[in-house]
């Protein structure tokens, strides 16, 4: 599922995040990207990370998106900052909270974000909704996450 931010919740963001250095340089990018998340993310890995070179027809956004479905949709501690922030989308604390609760979880589990690439992240899952998220990311009962054989 791609999503784009409009200018309007860049803008939005860049309010509540001002003053947090690596929201404002993934802001940044995301501007530059047209709010595009897929694209704003690989050039923030790239930058942080060097150049991942995926099989051919994978996505190093849509891997790490299923790699964090797995580990966040069953967190309740992160389903619950979630929930006050949703609650409270002007809460600047909340919503950095998301961000470095996001780093932690990933760290945890041997997936490097630093919080330019989280900040993304965090605003890609406010943008289409938690639970969105992880229906939509979940592999279909039965499938290994393989793609079905072409007609």
């Known amino acids: 599922m791609d999503a784009q931010l409009t200018s309007n919740e860049i803008n939005v963001a860049r309010e509540l995040l ?3 250095a690596p929201a404002k ?4 990018v995301l501007e530059k990207h047209n709010g595009n ?3 704003s993310f690989d ?3 790239i930058e942080t990370n060097g150049v991942v070179v995926m099989p051919e027809g994978k996505s190093l956004w849509q891997t790490t998106l299923k790699v ?5 949709c069953g967190d309740e501690g992160f389903r619950g900052q979630l929930k006050e922030y949703t609650k409270n989308p002007g809460s600047t604390p909340l919503l950095t909270g998301l961000i470095v609760s996001l780093v932690g979880v ?4 041997g997936l490097p974000l630093d919080p330019a690439i989280a900040t993304v992240v965090v605003l890609y899952i406010l943008k ?3 639970n969105i998220f992880c229906d939509y990311t979940e592999p279909p009962a ?3 996450g393989t793609l079905p054989p072409a007609n």
């Open 37 to 39: 998340c897929d694209t």
């Open 18 to 20: 001002g003053n947090y």
């Open 68 to 72: 964090l479905r797995q580990e966040l």
């Open 25 to 28: 340089h993934a802001l940044d």
């Open 142 to 144: 039965g499938n290994s």
């Open 106 to 109: 990933a760290a945890a589990h």
């Open 43 to 45: 050039e923030l890995w």
């Open 128 to 130: 289409i909704g938690l």
